[in-house]
């Protein structure tokens, strides 16, 4: 079945460090790719998303390229905050109509 | 942007009681609702699917008489835990998704609710 696979956390940084968060799917067809944020105590926030082979999604400084070719959607940032700290999800909308999500990646950023 | 709330954010209730969780899409019409569970620490698990004005179409494993599911209107559904016990205790968080047309593909979140069951 369809699933998506992301990297265990925690990821631990210092302020102003490169972040990547590496996720990889398994799907058939051409799933839609997303990321999504959880804050402490809050729902999920959609962070950015791609919809096909080669797109990149970008919001607030955080990227991700859709690549078909390795079946990944790694998540970047080329300088994090405090404030990014969260729990980050990947997930794929596939051909079933549900939204498939990996086991969440936590970031602790410190100053 | 697309807007849904749940009510309450929290809830403490008694084993063996049951509670109701709204959720609503305030600024959109939401033919269909999404109901998850997330344990501490873990991933979302898909309960149920509802369309409005139709029976919801629950997960593998998810007892229907448990949690039962109402999407009366295009705006509100609703989750009800029946008969309470400590293991219900979770965060329950649910999703909307509008009529084709408006992002037909992507589902919008509510910030969740945490019930603890005594």
């Known amino acids: 079945g369809n699933s998506v696979t992301q990297m265990e956390g925690p990821v631990t940084l210092s302020e102003e460090a490169f972040l990547t968060i590496n996720c990889t799917y398994t799907?058939?067809?051409?799933?839609?790719l997303f990321w999504y944020v959880q804050y402490p105590g809050e729902g999920l926030q959609l962070l950015l998303k791609a919809t096909k082979a080669d797109d990149k999604g970008s919001n607030k400084g955080f990227e991700a390229t859709y690549r078909k070719e390795t079946t990944s959607f790694h998540l970047e940032k080329g300088s994090v905050q405090v404030s990014d700290s969260a729990v980050y999800f990947c997930?794929?909308?596939?051909?079933?109509?549900?939204?498939?999500f990996g086991t969440g990646t936590r970031l602790q950023v410190f100053p | 942007g697309a807007v849904v709330s749940q009510h309450p954010s929290w809830v403490i209730c008694k084993s063996g009681t049951s509670v109701k969780i709204e959720c609503r899409s305030l600024?959109?019409?939401?033919?269909?609702m999404f109901w998850y569970r997330q344990f501490p620490k873990q991933s979302l698990m898909l309960m149920a699917t509802?369309?409005?004005?139709?029976?919801?179409?629950?997960e593998q494993g998810v007892e229907k008489d448990k949690f039962l599911i109402n999407h009366a209107s295009l705006t509100l559904s609703t989750l009800t835990v029946t008969s309470a016990h400590p293991e219900d205790s979770s965060f329950y968080i649910c999703s909307a998704r509008g009529a084709r047309g408006r992002s037909y593909n992507e589902q919008f979140f509510g910030p969740g609710t945490r019930l603890t069951v005594l």
């Open positions: 509802s369309n409005e004005g139709s029976k919801a179409t629950y």
């Open positions: 799907a058939t067809g051409y799933p839609s």
């Open positions: 997930a794929l909308y596939d051909n079933t109509d549900k939204l498939i």
């Open positions: 600024d959109f019409q939401a033919t269909t």
